[in-house]
T-cell receptor, first 114, second 116 residues
């Protein structure tokens, strides 16, 4: 069975600083990988996804993520954080099974200092 | 398109009460799922459906029932609420996948449930 680990429960960065959120997965084959963002009191919004091909994927709101098979990682990055990026971020993996089920990491809560 | 909608937004129940969380989507998606979100645990799959009349269990199905009579709707029933079911519940929908292919899931805004 697949699993996802997000090692950082909380991260605080200053506005304008760069950001990297870590995600490690466990899965036997090539996974389908997703990053979702959840603003306070809101649902989940898809930031980006990796299915195959180029290992650096671009998403919405200036986010990107890099798939590294050798490290079983799919870290999310942003070069310059804005105060509106404060939210909870979830990494998820899918196995391409019927139902499109996802296994989620525990989430990383991002706080942005002015 | 409204996307995935959920009602109610917030509900308080007493232990032993029953209720139904509603989920509807207007994207003609065949697949629908229910997840619960608990602090530090991310989202965990409760039940899912790959089409009208077809449902299956996820990781944490105990205490919950589902049925899928139409493509649009996928209600989640709590038969006898327990404090352990205090959580935020998310419904999601997607186009068909499977056979090694994964489609993106789209999530509703969530229902926050408190069981006293």
């Amino acid at each position: 069975a697949q699993s996802v680990t997000q090692p950082d429960i909380h991260i605080t960065v200053s506005e304008g600083a760069s950001l990297e959120l870590r995600c490690n997965y466990s899965y036997g084959a090539t996974p389908y990988l997703f990053w979702y963002v959840q603003s306070p009191g809101q649902g989940l919004q898809l930031l980006l996804k990796y299915f195959s091909g180029d290992t650096l994927v671009q998403g919405i709101k200036g986010f990107e993520a890099e798939f590294k098979r050798s490290q079983s990682s799919f870290n999310l990055r942003k070069p310059s954080v804005h105060w509106s990026d404060a939210a909870e971020y979830f990494c998820a993996v899918g196995a391409g099974n019927a139902g499109n089920m996802l296994t989620f990491g525990g989430g990383t809560r991002l706080m942005v200092k002015p | 398109n409204a996307g995935v909608t959920q009602t109610p937004k917030f509900q308080v129940l007493k232990t032993g009460q029953s209720m139904t969380l509603q989920c509807a989507q207007d994207m003609n998606h065949e697949y629908m799922s229910w997840y619960r979100q608990d602090p530090g645990m991310g989202l965990r799959l409760i039940h899912y459906s790959v089409g009208a009349g077809i449902t299956d269990q996820g990781e944490v199905p105990n205490g919950y029932n589902v049925s899928r009579s139409t493509t649009e709707d996928f209600p989640l029933r709590l038969l006898s609420a327990a404090p352990s079911q205090t959580s935020v519940y998310f419904c999601a929908s997607s186009r068909p996948g499977g056979g090694g292919y994964q489609e993106t899931q789209y999530f509703g805004p969530g229902t926050r449930l408190l069981v006293l």
